[in-house]
């Protein structure tokens, strides 16, 4: 298949992150099944879904971890929005554009790496070529983290690593990371006409909500290291996202839970803004029954401008100049097993997530045939 009908065909699965990602997953592996490709599942915990890594060329990137890793995710968010003009999980084409739920992120790309991979002889590769394929990207980099923590032979994966969402071909090497905490606070359930049999799990959530500002309200005017790269939101946003507590009017409410995020800046490292959130939440309360957890995570990410394959792709683009991005990737994560990962692939971020998600047709031949020639570069020399 040409990358437009790989596409196509990877749009039909309706791989909504709630959803298992098994029938893509197989597909991809039947698609690629070769005796010269090496292919491996590795389930998440409960065993609905997988992430998918394939290798071709030398088993073994040796000391230096030679090769190139090619990484995307293989679920999308959901497409319930009434404004699509046609079916989200059936490509439609203009002409100028493939239209289709996960066509800018990350479908486009993946259909690139898997033919990219596909169509290559890897008795004539150097040093080996691997696609890294993860699951729920979208609800919090969970595939990522899971092989990341449980992968037994990290060193036996390539050092260089492209993770192609969607950037418009321009070559990322920070952006923000982003973890969820969870605050749950307990009381006691009754009628409300006797509330003194009680007591109210809602009331002290104002006090939180209070100093929780306050604290975003601090961190908008400090100055962290790399905030020159975030000149939109030079600082850790913090976001109360949601809240939910009692049954009705009448009842006196036994819980109330309170979800918020932040976004780290490239350096920053979790602990301190871990215990910062929580002795602000407990300052506030002192003595109420309450529980304070971290409940997803999705590290920023660094890479310094001199690393090969960030120069490799800058110099295949023409860039000079550094560019970032506000939101986490797998990439987070991937850095973490070593490996040097660059944010860079066709599509835009600004339709992803929309309805009438679409990516260019020349955004698509364009990512091939400069990961092609990646591959030239750090497989075949």
Request: aromatic share 6%; charged share 20%.
């Amino acid at each position: 298949m040409s990358n437009a009908e790989l596409l196509a065909r990877l749009i039909t699965f309706d791989t909504v992150s709630r959803n298992s990602n098994m029938a893509l997953a197989d597909f991809l592996c039947d698609y690629l099944d070769d005796t010269t490709v090496r292919i491996e599942k590795h389930l998440s915990p409960d065993g609905s879904k997988t992430n998918l890594i394939v290798s071709l060329g030398p088993d073994d990137p040796g000391p230096e971890r030679r090769g190139l890793v090619l990484s995307g995710h293989m679920d999308v968010v959901p497409a319930e929005e009434p404004d699509w003009n046609s079916d989200p999980f059936s490509m439609k084409s203009d002409g100028n554009s493939f239209v289709g739920r996960g066509s800018a992120d990350m479908k486009g790309f993946l259909a690139i790496a898997t033919n990219a991979i596909r169509n290559i002889d890897g008795a004539k590769l150097k040093h080996p070529l691997s696609l890294i394929f993860t699951y729920d990207e979208e609800v919090g980099t969970v595939g990522a983290m899971h092989f990341a923590k449980e992968w037994p032979h990290p060193e036996a994966l390539p050092k260089a690593a492209v993770i192609g969402e969607p950037t418009s071909l321009n070559v990322i090497r920070m952006h923000k990371g982003h973890m969820s905490m969870r605050i749950t606070l307990s009381g006691v359930g009754a009628h409300s006409g006797y509330p003194h049999l009680g007591k109210n799990a809602i009331e002290p959530a104002g006090k939180i909500l209070l100093a929780l500002s306050e604290l975003r309200q601090e961190l908008q005017q400090e100055e962290p290291e790399y905030r020159e790269f975030f000149p939109e939101v030079p600082f850790v946003p913090l976001n109360v996202g949601t809240i939910q507590g009692g049954v009705a009017i009448n009842v006196v409410p036994n819980a109330c839970v309170i979800q918020l995020g932040f976004r780290l800046l490239p350096g920053m490292q979790r602990e301190p803004m871990v215990r910062r959130i929580e002795d602000a939440i407990r300052n506030s309360v002192p003595g109420e029954e309450l529980a304070v957890e971290v409940v997803a995570e999705s590290p920023p990410l660094l890479l310094d401008d001199s690393v090969p394959v960030y120069r490799s792709a800058c110099s295949l683009v023409n860039q000079e100049d550094t560019h970032s991005a506000s939101y986490a990737t797998d990439g987070g994560w991937l850095q973490q097993m070593g490996m040097d990962c660059i944010i860079w692939g066709p599509g835009s971020i600004e339709v992803a997530h929309k309805p009438n998600e679409s990516i260019p047709v020349e955004d698509v031949a364009r990512g091939a045939e400069l990961i092609n020639q990646m591959i030239e570069k750090h497989c075949r020399v």
